[in-house]
């Protein structure tokens, strides 16, 4: 109240202090805090009614509760008993319930890309018929149609929202204004989360002005006129490129970015082919291409890039002043013998069903594109599966938040997974490994390679054609989204 505040919730969900007390998964207390539900909640109602006594009965205090724990396999409340919770707090009088389903101990995904948008309202109309205070809900409800609907049905009292408003805050307002596709869409990537758990300033893969709303250069109110307008050449429309060609084009540069392909995205577009929820990543893909079109962004698709189209310097013919190589990376094995065999394709190639596969199938890589492949793979069926990496550990590029996802994924597809393991050849047959146990062959019919370089050959073709020259993205080196946007949008701004 003295900071200005409107309203209060009180966090009681997935594990934290008061989720302790009211969980038998964890209070195994025998005094007054323990017991059945309501001693379990005592905690709870002993902070409601200490709130409410210096706050007031006009200050809105609600709580958020799990409706469902989702460990009750193992321990934990059930529906019933968390519904029970949840009555008790509407019995104390508060103004709003805000519920939510899972623990961090759940053992199935809770608000992660493969659990589908609206999927949790349920739990909201079931609370709803048992309590008289408003009921909101946040879980995996990061378009406005979901909630509308359940608010018309009257399933659903308010819309809450948490990550979609980190990745923008004027959500509410662009709703109202009609402008949803200035939205910068949420894609459940969880970044934030992973860094808030590492007590790490929190970072947003499709908002790299997070934690900069207040310096004007970062453009988060829109940005100053570019103190000189310049022709900008963008080779390659993944994300980093289009972010940098939004940017640049709102500051008042001359943009035209190539692209080779007949679509923009890159390797969010392949990702997106993906199950289980991937088909959001290209979410933020159209934001981007609806601010370039606003800005006056122009596209040569079907365009590859080379020397050829850009006039030669010191001919008198404009040559571009800034170039951009967002030409990201592609999974390359040349230094592997074998990897020029006709059994050999790449993981791309394979997400996006541009080849015929066999039934045995070893991915070499054990980072996130190996593992995204061998998901894929797994969730396609009908194929024998193995995964060679030289890591300790597969997937550990992948967050956290999914990287247990996918892993379960892959002891449930009965992938087989060799770690701190070197392949030293590629036969038709299959490939020959060697690691700590020894050499040994792994059959195959089609080996998928996912050992991504860096596509930067044209940085040096092109070094001579204009004023400068800049790399962004995996063109620099192999990474993920969330570098390539930071990138493309800092080198926007700064052109």
């Not at 008198?316 to 951009?324: R, S």
Request: glycine share 10%.
């Amino acid at each position: 109240m003295e900071a200005g505040y409107d309203m209060m919730e009180i966090s009681g969900i997935v594990g934290y202090l008061i989720a302790n007390f009211v969980s038998k998964f964890t209070n195994k207390r025998t005094d007054e805090y323990g017991g059945d539900v309501r001693g379990r909640s005592k905690i709870m109602i002993d902070i409601l009614k200490g709130v409410r006594k210096e706050v007031g009965n006009d200050f809105p205090v609600g709580i958020r509760l799990c409706a469902e724990e989702l460990i009750d396999d193992r321990g934990g409340n059930t529906p019933e008993e968390s519904l029970e919770t949840i009555k008790i707090a509407d019995e104390l009088g508060v103004d709003f319930h805000s519920v939510t389903a899972g623990w961090q101990e759940s053992p199935v995904s809770v608000i992660t890309r493969d659990c589908e948008m609206g999927s949790w309202l349920y739990i909201a109309e079931r609370v709803k018929k048992h309590v008289k205070a408003p009921v909101v809900m946040a879980y995996r409800l990061f378009v406005p149609e979901h909630p509308e609907e359940a608010i018309a049905a009257g399933n659903l009292d308010f819309w809450e929202a948490c990550r979609p408003m980190i990745a923008d805050p004027a959500l509410p307002n662009k709703i109202a204004e009609d402008r949803q596709q200035d939205i910068i869409p949420c894609t459940a990537c969880n970044l934030c989360l992973t860094r808030l758990f590492r007590d790490q300033p929190i970072l947003c893969m499709v908002r790299p002005n997070l934690g900069h709303e207040r310096d004007p250069e970062w453009g988060y109110y829109g940005f100053e006129p570019a103190p000189e307008k310049r022709t900008v050449t963008i080779i390659g429309a993944g994300p980093g490129g289009l972010q940098c060609a939004a940017v640049a084009a709102e500051r008042g540069h001359d943009v035209t970015v190539y692209e080779k392909e007949d679509h923009i995205g890159g390797q969010a577009y392949t990702a997106s082919m993906g199950p289980y929820g991937d088909d959001e990543l290209m979410r933020p893909i159209r934001y981007l291409e609806a601010q370039c079109k606003k800005h006056g962004v122009k596209f040569e698709l079907n365009t590859v890039a080379s020397p050829k189209i850009f006039p030669r310097p010191h001919t008198g013919l404009p040559t571009p002043g800034v170039i951009v190589l967002a030409t990201g990376a592609t999974p390359r094995a040349e230094h592997l013998p074998g990897s020029d065999k006709p059994n050999v394709v790449n993981c791309l190639d394979v997400v996006e069903s541009k080849v015929e596969l066999g039934e045995k199938i070893v991915i070499i890589g054990g980072t996130a594109m190996g593992v995204s492949t061998a998901q894929f793979l797994a969730h396609k069926g009908g194929h024998d599966i193995s995964i060679i990496g030289e890591q300790k550990k597969l997937g550990m590029d992948i967050d956290a938040s999914y990287r247990w996802r996918y892993m379960k994924k892959l002891r449930e597809g009965n992938v087989k997974q060799y770690t701190s393991t070197k392949v030293k050849k590629i036969r038709d047959d299959g490939v020959k490994i060697i690691n700590a146990e020894g050499k040994e062959k792994i059959p195959a019919d089609t080996v998928v390679i996912s050992t991504m370089f860096s596509n930067d050959d044209l940085f040096f073709q092109l070094y001579d054609f204009c004023e400068e020259i800049y790399m962004i993205g995996d063109s620099v080196a192999p990474r993920n989204i969330t570098q390539a946007m930071r990138e493309g949008y800092l080198l926007g701004m700064r052109i």
